[in-house]
C-alpha cells in the first residue's frame, strides 16, 4: 500500500470498496478488468500534496464526500447550455450516452462510433480486451500516471463512454461535439453527492483527421465529481483537433485526464478552457512515440470566487525529430487559485527535438493566487528547449492610458482582461465556439472587473 492510502482516512477508501461490491459486478473478462482498477485505486488512495504532481492541489473535499455513481436519467436536458451548430452532437447524460438527445443516425462516412454500455451487453470480452490495450494508467506507464488514482476509479466505476473511430486516410470535416450534461431530479439532489466516470477514446488511422469538441456543463443545484477519462490514439500522419470546454456548475468537482500517444509524423492540437466548477484538473500526458510527431497545447483557466483550477502536462518526448509547443494562460480574480504545472521530458536518444513552453498569468485581486511551475528534463544533447512563465497585475500605464481616453476604470479593465485572453479566444477555429467562448468570457471578465480590492 502506498503512503498516500496509509495516510488517508480509511473510510473514504472503504466507501469505493463497499460501493463497488454492491454493484454485483460479474466474473467475466470485463469484470476482472473492472477488479483488478479497484484494488490499484485501493492500493494508492487518493494523491495527497505529497506527490509532486498535486504539490498546490488539495483533494480533501473530494475526500471528504462520499460519491455514488449517478443514475440514467432519460429525460430532457437544458439544451440552452449546448452549443448550437457547432458538429455532429453525441451527448452523455451523468455519464451515459443519450441517443434521443445526439444527432440521429446514419453515422458520419469513415466514422464509426460506439458505446462502450451497448457493446459491453453483447461483447464483454472484446471490450475487456479492447480497454485493457489503451489501459495507459497500467504501473510502469510512460507518461508517469500522475492521475492514476482517478483513472483507476473510473476503470472501476465507469458504465459507459463513447469509441470513436475515424477509418485511415478520412477527412471529416464537420467536428464532433461531445457533451457532458449533469441532470438530476430534485429527489436526487437531497440524497447525496454523485459521480459519473466516462470514458472516452479516440482512435485516428494513419492519415486521416478529424476534430472534437468536448463540452462539460451540469445542474447548478446538485454536488458532483465527474471523473473523466480521454485517450487519443494517432496514427503515422493523423491529424487531430480537440477543444476542450470545462463549464461545470460551482457545487461540482472535475477532474479529467486525457492520454494522447502519437506516432511518426502524426499531430495533435488542443485547445483547454477552464472556467467552471468548485475544483477542477486537467491533466494531459502526451508520448510523442515516432520522428515528426508534434503536439501543440493552449489553454485559458479563469479561477473567480473560490474556484481552485489546476492544469498539469506532461510531454514525453521518446523520439528524435519531435516537437512540442505549450501556452497557456491564467486569470485569477477574488480568492480564486489556478496552478500551471507543465513539464517536458527528452530521453535518451531524443535528439533534435524542439520543445516551447510557456506560461502567463493576470491577477485581478490581492487575494487571488496562480502557482506556476514549468519543468524541463533533459536527457539528450542536440535539443532546442525553452520554458518561461510570467505572473502580474494589470498594466497601471495601459490602465491610465484608457481612461484618459474617457472609459470608466471598470471599462478600461474588463478591456485589458479580455484583450489578454484574445490570444487563446482567436486560437479557436470554429465560429460557433468561438462566439460562445468570446460571449462567456466577456460575461465572466465584466462581472469581475471590479474584484480588485
Known amino acids: 500500500?502506498?503512503?498516500?492510502?496509509?495516510?488517508?482516512?480509511?473510510?473514504?477508501?472503504?466507501?469505493?470498496?463497499?460501493?463497488?461490491?454492491?454493484?454485483?459486478?460479474?466474473?467475466?473478462?470485463?469484470?476482472?478488468?473492472?477488479?483488478?482498477?479497484?484494488?490499484?485505486?485501493?492500493?494508492?488512495?487518493?494523491?495527497?500534496?505529497?506527490?509532486?504532481?498535486?504539490?498546490?492541489?488539495?483533494?480533501?473535499?473530494v475526500e471528504s464526500r462520499r460519491f455514488a455513481p449517478a443514475d440514467a436519467m432519460p429525460i430532457g436536458a437544458d439544451e440552452s447550455q449546448w452549443i448550437a451548430d457547432a458538429g455532429h452532437r453525441l451527448v452523455l447524460v451523468n455519464?451515459?450516452?443519450?441517443?434521443?438527445?445526439?444527432?440521429?443516425?446514419?453515422?458520419?462516412?469513415?466514422?464509426?462510433?460506439?458505446?462502450?454500455?451497448?457493446?459491453?451487453?453483447?461483447?464483454?470480452?472484446?471490450?475487456?480486451?479492447?480497454?485493457?490495450r489503451h489501459d495507459h494508467a497500467a504501473p510502469h506507464a510512460t507518461p508517469p500516471t500522475a492521475n492514476g488514482a482517478f483513472e483507476h476509479l473510473n476503470g472501476a466505476f465507469s458504465d459507459d463512454g463513447v469509441v470513436i473511430d475515424i477509418a485511415p486516410n478520412v477527412q471529416f470535416e464537420q467536428p464532433i461535439y461531445l457533451v457532458h450534461q449533469w441532470c438530476m431530479p430534485a429527489s436526487a439532489r437531497s440524497a447525496g453527492s454523485h459521480m459519473a466516470n466516462p470514458r472516452i477514446i479516440v482512435r485516428a488511422g494513419a492519415h486521416?483527421?478529424?476534430?472534437?469538441?468536448?463540452?462539460?456543463?451540469?445542474?447548478?443545484?446538485?454536488?458532483?465529481?465527474?471523473?473523466?477519462?480521454?485517450?487519443?490514439?494517432?496514427?503515422?500522419?493523423?491529424?487531430?483537433?480537440?477543444?476542450n470546454l470545462q463549464e461545470e456548475p460551482s457545487r461540482s468537482f472535475h477532474i479529467e485526464t486525457t492520454?494522447?500517444?502519437?506516432?511518426?509524423?502524426?499531430?495533435?492540437?488542443?485547445?483547454?478552457?477552464?472556467?467552471?466548477?468548485?475544483?477542477?484538473?486537467?491533466?494531459?500526458?502526451v508520448t510523442l512515440g515516432g520522428p515528426g510527431a508534434n503536439v501543440s497545447l493552449n489553454g485559458l483557466f479563469a479561477?473567480?470566487?473560490?474556484?481552485?483550477?489546476?492544469?498539469?502536462?506532461?510531454?514525453?518526448?521518446?523520439?528524435?525529430?519531435?516537437?512540442?509547443?505549450?501556452?497557456?494562460?491564467?486569470?485569477?480574480?477574488?480568492?480564486?487559485?489556478?496552478?500551471?504545472?507543465?513539464?517536458v521530458v527528452v530521453q535518451p536518444g531524443a535528439q533534435?527535438?524542439?520543445?516551447?513552453?510557456?506560461?502567463?498569468?493576470?491577477?485581478?485581486?490581492?487575494?487571488?493566487?496562480?502557482?506556476?511551475?514549468?519543468?524541463?528534463?533533459?536527457?539528450?544533447?542536440?535539443?532546442?528547449?525553452?520554458?518561461?512563465?510570467?505572473?502580474?497585475?494589470?498594466?497601471?500605464?495601459?490602465?491610465?492610458?484608457?481612461?484618459?481616453?474617457?472609459?470608466?476604470?471598470?471599462?478600461?479593465?474588463?478591456?485589458l482582461i479580455r484583450a489578454f485572453a484574445q490570444s487563446m479566444l482567436s486560437t479557436v477555429q470554429v465560429g460557433a465556439v468561438r462566439e460562445w467562448l468570446e460571449a462567456r468570457v466577456q460575461r465572466r471578465f465584466d462581472l469581475s472587473a471590479g474584484e480588485h480590492s
Open 208 to 243: 486521416s483527421e478529424c476534430s472534437i469538441i468536448t463540452h462539460w456543463v451540469g445542474d447548478e443545484t446538485a454536488e458532483s465529481l465527474t471523473n473523466a477519462w480521454l485517450t487519443f490514439d494517432l496514427g503515422v500522419g493523423a491529424r487531430v483537433s480537440h477543444l
Open 1 to 61: 500500500m502506498s503512503l498516500s492510502a496509509i495516510n488517508q482516512p480509511a473510510a473514504a477508501l472503504d466507501h469505493y470498496r463497499a460501493l463497488f461490491a454492491s454493484r454485483n459486478v460479474p466474473d467475466d473478462a470485463l469484470g476482472k478488468l473492472r477488479r483488478a482498477s479497484l484494488e490499484r485505486f485501493l492500493a494508492g488512495g487518493f494523491p495527497t500534496q505529497r506527490d509532486e504532481a498535486w504539490k498546490y492541489t488539495s483533494l480533501r473535499r
Open 95 to 132: 455519464g451515459r450516452y443519450m441517443p434521443t438527445l445526439s444527432t440521429p443516425a446514419p453515422q458520419p462516412p469513415g466514422v464509426t462510433i460506439l458505446t462502450l454500455a451497448q457493446w459491453a451487453s453483447h461483447s464483454p470480452t472484446q471490450v475487456a480486451d479492447f480497454l485493457a
Open 303 to 343: 479561477p473567480t470566487g473560490t474556484q481552485h483550477l489546476d492544469t498539469y502536462v506532461h510531454i514525453d518526448h521518446a523520439a528524435a525529430h519531435t516537437t512540442s509547443q505549450q501556452d497557456f494562460r491564467g486569470i485569477a480574480a477574488g480568492r480564486g487559485r489556478g496552478i500551471f504545472n507543465g513539464k
Open 352 to 415: 533534435k527535438i524542439d520543445a516551447r513552453q510557456s506560461n502567463r498569468n493576470l491577477l485581478l485581486s490581492n487575494t487571488a493566487e496562480i502557482d506556476s511551475r514549468p519543468e524541463l528534463e533533459i536527457y539528450a544533447h542536440d535539443v532546442k528547449c525553452s520554458h518561461g512563465a510570467t505572473t502580474g497585475q494589470l498594466d497601471p500605464v495601459s490602465l491610465f492610458y484608457l481612461r484618459s481616453r474617457g472609459l470608466g476604470e471598470s471599462e478600461a479593465r474588463a478591456l
Open 259 to 285: 492520454r494522447l500517444q502519437l506516432a511518426t509524423n502524426a499531430h495533435f492540437g488542443k485547445h483547454d478552457f477552464a472556467l467552471g466548477s468548485a475544483l477542477g484538473r486537467s491533466g494531459t500526458l
